[in-house]
């Protein structure tokens, strides 16, 4: 069975940016005053530190895959969790799948077509601590990315010098502001020094998935709501194997996530199948 997946700024650098977007009133007429696109971008890049749980939307297409389109649910504190139903267009007439990660397992179900190849067993497991999260995990593909967060990724148009304003526009009957720009990798890479040791690793682990991808730069597209939070956000980039293009549209934020392991009946542990064919 083949399953496959593709998925903030610190404090100083928002309030720095923040500070310079400010404009003066003119005409003597009271005025709100206005952010510049990059303070704009990073005010809603810092607003995702306030970010626990997301339900979230993503479609369009990766180099390896093809067109992919899928919805996911992901709580990220107090301990990662996450459900994902994911279908790829361009496999098999549309081959679809579910991943599931708790309690530090990876579980991908692929309904009745994988019980048919596993001895009626619908559910593969993965245990992400035995199996070292190392080269057996990267079989996996894109599902090995799984624990990523998207929100986190939105963040990445903050490493552009050439951010916009495109103008306004309705995502899902939410009003928002549209941003664009175009981000290197190298210039991504380099913010990682000034940041925490939990944000520096989170994007890392982002970064070396595109480079893997042999990107070096991404257009990004960021649509921002009322509330200076992120609604939307576009990626897209010329990968060794083609192009990506992924388009990420948040449905909720810091709302109840339920997430569990499939039934033990129902699953195959490809640790405990590793152990058996080493004894073996």
């Given at each position: 069975m083949k399953t496959s997946v593709r998925v903030p700024v610190g404090a100083s650098v928002a309030a720095l940016l923040l500070a310079a977007g400010a404009v003066g009133c003119s005409g003597g007429t009271e005025k709100s005053p206005e952010m510049t696109p990059a303070a704009a971008v990073a005010k809603a890049a810092k607003n995702t530190e306030e970010i626990d749980t997301i339900h979230y939307r993503m479609t369009g297409r990766t180099p390896e895959e093809g067109r992919v389109k899928a919805e996911a649910q992901m709580q990220i504190e107090p301990e990662l969790a996450m459900s994902m139903k994911m279908?790829?267009?361009?496999?098999?007439?549309?081959?679809?799948?579910?991943?599931?990660?708790?309690?530090?397992?990876?579980?991908?179900?692929?309904?009745?077509?994988?019980?048919?190849?596993?001895?009626?067993?619908?559910?593969?497991?993965?245990?992400?601590?035995?199996?070292?999260?190392?080269?057996?995990?990267d079989q996996l593909g894109s599902a090995s990315q799984a624990d990523k967060n998207p929100a986190t990724e939105s963040t990445f148009l903050t490493g552009a010098k050439d951010v916009e304003k495109v103008g306004t526009e309705t995502v899902d009957g939410v009003k928002t502001t549209h941003y664009k720009g175009t981000v290197t990798i190298a210039d991504l890479e380099k913010t990682l020094d000034g940041e925490d040791k939990a944000t520096r690793e989170k994007r890392q682990k982002s970064l070396e998935q595109y480079e893997k991808m042999g990107l070096d730069k991404l257009t990004m597209d960021m649509w921002i709501d009322g509330d200076e939070h992120t609604k939307q956000f576009r990626m897209r980039g010329d990968a060794a194997k083609g192009p990506l293009d992924m388009t990420f549209t948040f449905l909720g934020f810091n709302e109840p996530v339920k997430v569990a392991a499939p039934p033990a009946k129902d699953t195959m542990d490809l640790a405990e199948m590793m152990k058996e064919s080493q004894q073996g």
């Open positions: 279908t790829a267009l361009d496999q098999g007439g549309g081959q679809s799948a579910e991943i599931r990660l708790v309690d530090k397992a990876m579980y991908i179900g692929g309904g009745a077509e994988a019980a048919k190849q596993m001895d009626g067993k619908s559910w593969m497991k993965f245990d992400l601590s035995a199996l070292g999260a190392g080269e057996e995990l």
